[in-house]
């Protein structure tokens, strides 16, 4: 573990603006036309793009302040690592502690599953559903916390065509994200698409999606990375 964090350690000096960097040279996607009316996917993108917050963290290391914003150490991380820091994000959104224990573990699952940092599929669920409402339907059909539109439902993977359920969504949610990130040439591109922004005409201000996501996922992995890396170091 101790190469792993010395490794994980020079990977991770980047700051949260280059990680943005980072983020947009890989490929992201989304299920088009996912503006909810019940969901931030048209209010938040019409807002000025928010900033990456810094924490007041105090890490037992001085190496973990490089690492606490980066893929690669997001990546060294066990899902068992994640799961509380994540609920505990997860938790400023919902009260309901049994939903966002079940959101946490699918991101999880997924994230695993699909290749897709548990950062960037939070960012984006976020970013379409602020209020973590497994029931939310926008004005185009979109349905759910990812807002997936329904001809995406019924994939194999997700053993399910119940874009309400939480486990089905996110698994619809994030095969469309691991598909798009797979096939299109930036970020930025897919992030556009999963929101429908693909011609600008979707919803106000789309434009500034990626951005918004992008920066919802590095404060995510900041605060998991916080949390996580302290424990696997006093582990070590």
């Given at each position: 573990?101790?190469?792993?964090?010395?490794?994980?350690?020079?990977?991770?000096?980047?700051?949260?603006?280059?990680?943005?960097?980072?983020?947009?040279?890989?490929?992201?996607?989304?299920?088009?036309?996912?503006?909810?009316?019940?969901?931030?996917?048209?209010?938040?993108?019409?807002?000025?793009?928010?900033?990456?917050?810094?924490?007041?963290?105090?890490?037992?290391?001085?190496?973990?302040?490089?690492?606490?914003?980066?893929?690669?150490?997001?990546?060294?991380?066990?899902?068992?690592?994640?799961?509380?820091?994540?609920e505990a994000y997860l938790a400023?959104?919902?009260?309901?502690?049994?939903?966002?224990?079940?959101?946490?573990?699918?991101?999880?699952?997924?994230?695993?599953?699909?290749?897709?940092?548990?950062?960037?599929?939070?960012?984006?669920?976020?970013?379409?559903?602020?209020?973590?409402?497994?029931?939310?339907?926008?004005?185009?059909?979109?349905?759910?916390?990812?807002?997936?539109?329904?001809?995406?439902?019924?994939?194999?993977l997700c053993n399910s065509d119940?874009?309400?359920?939480?486990?089905?969504?996110?698994?619809?949610?994030?095969?469309?994200?691991?598909?798009?990130?797979?096939?299109?040439?930036?970020?930025?591109?897919?992030?556009?698409?999963?929101?429908?922004?693909?011609?600008?005409?979707?919803?106000?201000?789309?434009?500034?999606?990626?951005?918004?996501?992008?920066?919802?996922?590095?404060?995510?992995?900041?605060?998991?990375?916080?949390?996580?890396?302290?424990?696997?170091?006093?582990?070590?």
């Amino acid at each position: 573990m101790s190469h792993s964090i010395g490794r994980v350690t020079r990977l991770g000096e980047l700051t949260a603006a280059m990680l943005v960097g980072v983020l947009l040279t890989t490929e992201t996607l989304a299920p088009a036309d996912s503006a909810a009316t019940a969901t931030v996917g048209e209010t938040e993108t019409a807002m000025t793009v928010a900033t990456v917050d810094s924490l007041p963290v105090a890490l037992p290391e001085a190496e973990l302040m490089t690492a606490v914003d980066s893929l690669e150490a997001e990546r060294e991380l066990a899902p068992a690592a994640m799961r509380r820091p994540l609920e505990a994000y997860l938790a400023k959104f919902s009260d309901d502690r049994v939903l966002v224990r079940r959101i946490s573990r699918a991101v999880l699952r997924e994230a695993g599953r699909q290749q897709v940092p548990p950062s960037l599929i939070t960012a984006v669920l976020l970013t379409e559903n602020t209020t973590l409402r497994p029931e939310a339907a926008s004005s185009v059909g979109a349905q759910g916390l990812m807002q997936v539109m329904p001809f995406h439902a019924g994939a194999r993977l997700c053993n399910s065509d119940n874009l309400v359920d939480v486990d089905s969504n996110i698994c619809h949610g994030t095969l469309i994200l691991a598909r798009n990130l797979r096939t299109t040439p930036t970020s930025t591109a897919a992030l556009l698409r999963y929101n429908g922004c693909v011609r600008g005409t979707n919803t106000p201000n789309c434009s500034r999606y990626p951005a918004i996501v992008l920066a919802r996922a590095s404060r995510v992995r900041h605060e998991i990375l916080a949390a996580a890396m302290p424990v696997q170091l006093a582990q070590r």
